[in-house]
């Protein structure tokens, strides 16, 4: 990973290591920045009288496991999974002083007790994760993982997208009805902030401990590898997939099925029994080239 030294510091204490080329414009700037922090040392010690300690060059190992500066009991602890590192949402939490602990979360987005975590989606990624079908594999590992998984929408423009507005209601319905998860509406950033502190806040007043942060994912049973490579044919939801598997008993089965025993099950017309006849019996083709893979031995 490579960040600015500027920002290396704002969560976590650690070390670090700062990287050059040699002989390039960055190795001026380097030792440029260093005589200019020996004058400001020099000028600040001279004009206030200050003990300050002598400057060292930074050359050091950014380390995720050195000790973390004690928290305040009085703020919300709240977890955040790295990928939320460059939100807008995570620099509003910073200005309403939350202790956050930033790792990578293995489900969530957000996590601030150990039943509670938060999947965090603006609008346009509520869309594309319903036609991408990882909406239904993200709400089943909430409710896998968590006892009150919580999906906060930010935005509000569910409906101008290429996806009909009644895909998105019965999206919605789904989240709420068939996996029990609370769906929170929030306007932008700033307010999605506000809410997850909330409810960090809620959870932490009463008794704080020590939140058990999911870093693994359960294993997947037998059960839902099925029901996920089933998922992966053409125009296939979980609902289906299911009816697919009680027909034909196991994968292979689905797999070996012709096109008239695929459009005997509720739900499979003639296009999707075709389309999945098509991918099951095509032949795989590389993208490489041959032109890539010769190698002219004639060359010393």
């Known amino acids: 990973m490579i960040q600015r030294r500027g920002r290396t510091g704002r969560k976590n204490r650690g070390r670090m290591f700062i990287l050059i080329t040699k002989g390039t414009r960055d190795e001026s700037y380097y030792w440029s920045s260093i005589n200019k922090e020996k004058q400001m040392k020099k000028q600040l010690k001279k004009n206030f009288n200050k003990d300050l300690t002598d400057f060292k060059p930074v050359q050091t190992k950014i380390n995720s496991e050195d000790a973390e500066t ?19 949402v995570l620099r509003e939490l910073e200005r309403l002083n939350v202790d956050i602990k930033v790792k990578s979360l293995a489900v969530a987005d957000y996590q601030v007790s150990d039943d509670v975590a938060i999947e965090r989606k603006t609008n346009t990624d509520f869309v594309s994760s319903i036609m991408d079908k990882r909406l239904h594999k993200q709400a089943k590992e909430l409710v896998d993982n968590f006892k009150k998984p919580v999906i906060i929408i930010e935005g509000s423009e569910f409906y101008s997208g290429f996806i009909h507005p009644n895909a998105v209601r019965g999206a919605l319905a789904s989240i709420a009805v068939d996996f029990g998860i609370p769906i929170i509406p929030t306007r932008s950033p700033e307010d999605t902030a506000a809410m997850i502190n909330r409810i960090a806040i809620r959870e932490q007043t009463h008794e704080r401990s ?22 992966s044919l053409p125009n296939i939801g979980p609902v289906t997939a299911r009816k697919l598997l009680e027909e034909f008993k196991t994968v292979r089965g689905v797999i ?45």
């Open 210 to 231: 020590d939140i058990q942060i999911r870093t693994e994912k359960k294993p997947l049973t037998t059960w839902e590898q099925q029901i996920f490579i089933v998922e």
């Open 256 to 300: 070996a099925a012709s096109e008239e025993e695929l459009k005997k099950v509720d739900g499979i017309g003639d296009k999707i029994a075709k389309n999945i006849i098509r991918v099951v019996n095509s032949g795989f083709k590389t993208l490489k080239s041959e032109k890539y893979l010769k190698l002219d031995l004639n060359k010393s």
């Open 70 to 88: 004690p928290a305040d009991e009085n703020r919300p602890i709240i977890y955040a999974d790295s990928r939320e590192g460059s939100s807008r």
